[in-house]
């Protein structure tokens, strides 16, 4: 009888074999964004975001993609590389290790795939692991994710994953009404109708900057609802811990925020704004600034910058109209240039 062991094993070989990269979205209308000059930073729901992040980070295994010591981390392509003809494809969030996105077909949500960068994942996360057939001629397993991982994901629901690279992993966790578990047969149909390259759609952001520290990449990109985002990192915060890099600056824009208690009133270009501290996570301080139609943030995380220096990433910015996504940015021309 087979155990566990050997089909990690199995895996191993497995991860050293394959074709490189990817990503994941879905394109949005595109329009003359109406924006204004200098904006502003906010809150957005950047806590619930970070922590999103951290908790799913678990899942990646412990060797993946590290920079060397004092090294500035490689920039993260803001852009999405999935195509699943015949369902809609929604981004959730990217970074250097994974992309994540919902896939659904008309009101029913079909399921989240991750695509995981290479050396990213290590199938020995998963538990109770049963060879499937193939997924475009690369072996796939069902199993379980281990019980510490959180996040995007169902603790306890059957996952399937697939090589679709060398050493690079997606995973999918199909979904369907009034059932725990999809049957396998039904998650291969759809993890095979997946095409994890071509079509490039990027990151959609309702904001532009003019400004950033030096020294600044980026690194991550989220998309939850109303609320979008980029991370930036430098060689500070490029250890790539085992629960994800701390972003050196967050730039986010959500359609809800306020100053809390305790928070510095300040008034930036006449708009109410605020510095306070990041209670939640112990680090450094935020600007905050409400704007029409919602609040857009600075955060500064890994790294103490002035109050001065996060005013002058607000006053660069160049703001779309919130509630109207095809007045947004692509990502990669919202960063300075």
Known sequence: MRTADDVRDAFVAFADRAPTEVQVIVAEPTAPPRSWRPVVAACVAVTAVVAAVAALAVVLAPGRNAAPAGAPPAPVSLRFTIDVPGYRVVPIRLNRDYQEASVSRGSQDAGT????????FAPSLMQ???RQSDVHGSPAYLGT???NVTGGLTPGTN???WLYAPNAWALLEAHQPNAVDVPAAQ?????RAMRLSGAVTPLKVPFRL???PPGLVPTSGTSLGSDRSIGFSDAATADNSPYGPWETVLVSVSGQGSCSGGSRQVAVHGYRACFQPNIEYGYHHTLKVEVPGGWLTV????????DAVLRKIADSVTLATINRPSTWFDAETALPH
């Open 145 to 147: 994710l281990n019980d």
């Open 299 to 306: 955060d500064s995380y890994a790294k103490t910058y002035s």
């Open 159 to 161: 996952q399937l994953i």
């Open 113 to 120: 795939v991750l695509v995981f960068a290479p050396g990213a």
């Open 210 to 212: 003019g400004y950033l």
């Open 128 to 130: 109770h692991l049963t």
């Open 187 to 191: 998650q291969l149909m759809l993890a």
